[in-house]
């Protein structure tokens, strides 16, 4: 089954506390990305990574970095969360218009 | 670039009724992609149809139905007898040209009242 993996769906941390929410997809796409969504402002995306080794930003990248050292996997990082990263996060997996989301992990930084 | 627009933040309709989600966009790309997504309270984005820009005919699928114009830049979906389970934000994106980005309305609130 075509799918696209997220770790942890929530998640309540402290600022400044380095966390990594990773994704995974089982479909051998190249193009992978990450988005946040906010009430009011829909999704944006924040990285895109078009294969291994290969990633760029999106249209709210600060305060995240991401890796792309294999195909299957596009780990987000947050290196010092603050407050205004409390978002929900949806992670995607994309092959020809095609678009497979994740589930979508909650964030809480406090 | 795309850009699409929601004009709608919120709707409230009554079981049974008929009420439709307006989406306009704007792209510059010949080639392009149209999608809308329904999500539920639990949150995750369960996609409902795509539709590529060379074809314009209107999609029906059960109690759901899209309309596709080309000269309007609007791709709007209508749920028919709408039923409390339809009770989601609905969000409507573009694809343009090779760029796998989507770029997402701000999304529309429907609550449809028992």
């Known amino acids: 089954e075509a799918q696209v993996t997220q770790n942890p769906r929530y998640l309540i941390t402290v600022t400044g506390k380095k966390l990594t929410v990773t994704c995974s997809q089982n479909?051998?796409?190249?193009?992978m990305s990450w988005y946040r969504q906010d009430p009011g402002l829909g999704l944006r995306q924040i990285y895109y990574?078009?294969?291994?080794?290969?990633?760029d930003k999106g249209d709210v990248p600060e305060g995240y970095k991401v890796s792309r050292k294999e195909k299957r996997n596009f780990p987000l990082i947050l290196e010092s969360p603050s407050p205004n990263q409390t978002s929900l996060y949806f992670c995607?997996?994309?092959?020809?218009?095609?678009?497979?989301f994740g589930p979508g992990t909650r964030l809480t930084v406090t | 670039a795309q850009k699409v627009t929601q004009a709608q933040t919120e709707i409230s309709v009554v079981e049974k009724e008929d009420v439709t989600l307006d989406c306009v966009y704007e792209?510059?790309?010949?080639?392009?992609?149209l999608f809308w997504y329904k999500q539920p309270p639990s949150g995750e984005l369960v996609f409902l149809i795509r539709?590529?820009?060379?074809?314009?005919q209107n999609e029906i699928s059960g109690r759901y139905s899209w309309n596709f114009q080309k000269s309007t830049s609007s791709f709007n979906f209508t749920i028919t007898a709408s039923q409390v389970v339809d009770s989601a934000v609905y969000f409507c994106?573009?694809?343009?040209?090779?760029?796998?980005?989507?770029?997402f309305g701000k999304g529309t609130l429907l609550t449809v009242n028992p």
């Open positions: 990574s078009m294969n291994v080794e290969v990633t």
């Open positions: 994106a573009a694809i343009g040209g090779s760029n796998y980005k989507l770029t």
């Open positions: 539709r590529n820009s060379f074809d314009e």
């Open positions: 995607a997996s994309s092959f020809m218009g095609e678009q497979y």
């Open positions: 792209t510059r790309d010949t080639t392009y992609y």
């Open positions: 479909m051998n796409h190249e193009y």
